[in-house]
């Protein structure tokens, strides 16, 4: 059986490793936010041909 504090410092570090990447997702969650999404006239002009290969 795995020795106790072994196991608190591995819950320990999964603990960190969550935090870190709930604090990545509050920075990132804006960046990917709606109100950031490009209009169709600020995108590229795309035509029905420019989808076809030959």
């Known amino acids: 059986m795995r020795d ?3 196991l608190l410092r591995a ?3 999964e603990l960190l490793k969550v ?3 709930v ?3 509050r920075i990132a969650a804006p960046l990917l936010g709606s109100e950031h999404e490009p209009t169709p ?3 590229p ?3 029905k041909d420019s989808n ?3």
């Open 4 to 6: 106790v504090m072994e």
């Open 23 to 25: 604090e990545a997702l």
């Open 11 to 13: 819950k320990e570090q």
């Open 19 to 21: 935090k870190r990447q």
């Open 41 to 43: 006239s600020n995108g």
């Open 45 to 47: 002009a795309m035509s």
């Open 52 to 54: 076809q290969f030959g």
